[in-house]
């Protein structure tokens, strides 16, 4: 077996996107007038209604048809509508949980933030992948969670300096080109915000639901809202929200204070409908075991922390059964 290395993943990302086709499967312009529609402001509601048919009809032969990933039965991706806060900690605690809380499950961890990876450093996983014999990938695996990410193909500080296309073609082979054996359920670390790489894995792969992490504070909810929406818009089931750092307890004299503000994803959960997961504690242990890459979850079990997370998990997978019948 050979490792696959950053220069190597680079080749054949490029050779890739020569090889792309502009022209996706059953979408094929048609010529006359036919490509163009012209509204007018007397136009009957009947028309109208017609006419909005018809544009959906076209719009959704130009979206790529979605194809499960092979060996994986539910994918759940970990969003949020900004960076900075502990969405990454909370999708490696998350997959961590849903492991803890019932063994029998096979759990796997993508990294999808391709300029900003943080699963090796969260899972204290380094060195290249090999390629097995078909030319896919092996994941990296500790805790029992095999992983993949663009941060086992590059150096610790060595920036990632791609334009769009690549980096779709490079989340297609995370995705697709990587032996992830059978697993219950892929967590997927999305990067920050709502762009070309949210689109692309909600609406090329299947995708269980959406767990949208956010602080109580304003700012951060007016993001994670539009990160809700935005997994509505493609049909993607909100799971619910997680609040993350909710409330900091003094270690000394045990004092509450609602550093980032109090309850307010609670508050967003119930105006968009959905639910709200569970509350994350801001805490000294959180931070330090995670840059040690020894997640709470595994590291400290029985801590209340730990806790917080495997309730996260359990209250995610009442959720998926909840959408999935």
């Known amino acids: 077996m050979a490792p696959l290395t950053y ?11 020569n090889r792309l086709s502009v022209t996706r ?122 992983c993949m990410s663009m941060g086992f193909l590059v150096d610790d500080v060595a920036p990632i300096v791609w334009r769009g296309l690549m980096v779709m073609s490079a ?44 602080t109580p504070q304003d700012i951060a909810l007016l993001d994670a809202r539009r990160g809700a929406e935005m997994f509505r818009k493609v049909h993607v089931p909100v799971l619910g929200l997680v609040q993350n750092m909710s409330v900091f307890q003094c270690p000394k004299c045990d004092h509450r204070t609602h550093i980032f503000g109090s309850d307010g994803a609670r508050r967003l959960a119930d105006t968009l409908g959905v639910q709200l997961l569970g509350d994350v504690p801001l805490h000294l242990n959180i931070r330090e075991t995670s840059d040690q890459g020894k997640p709470v979850v595994v590291s400290s079990p029985d801590s209340p922390e730990a806790e917080a997370y495997r309730k996260v998990a359990a209250a995610v997978v009442q959720r998926l059964q909840e959408v999935c019948t």
């Open 171 to 214: 989340i297609e082979r995370l995705l697709r080109h990587v032996d992830w054996g059978s697993l219950d359920y892929l967590v997927v670390d999305m990067p920050p915000g709502t762009g070309d790489v949210q689109l692309s894995i909600s609406q090329n792969v299947p995708v269980a639901g959406a767990v949208i992490v956010s």
């Open 7 to 17: 220069s190597r993943m680079s080749h054949f990302l490029r050779s890739s996107i």
């Open 25 to 146: 499967t059953g979408t094929q312009s048609k010529p006359g007038p036919a490509c163009c529609v012209q509204f007018t402001r007397r136009q009957r509601s009947g028309d109208s209604q017609a006419l909005q048919e018809r544009q959906r009809q076209q719009m959704a032969k130009g979206l790529p048809r979605q194809k499960p990933i092979a060996g994986v039965k539910q994918v759940v991706v970990v969003a949020s509508g900004k960076g900075g806060v502990g969405k990454s900690t909370t999708a490696v605690n998350l997959a961590l949980g849903l492991l803890a809380n019932d063994p029998r499950k096979s759990v796997g961890l993508l990294d999808a933030d391709v300029y900003g990876p943080s699963i090796p450093k969260l899972m204290n996983l380094k060195g290249n992948p090999q390629l097995n014999d078909d030319n896919l990938m092996i994941p990296l695996v500790n805790y029992g969670v095999p």
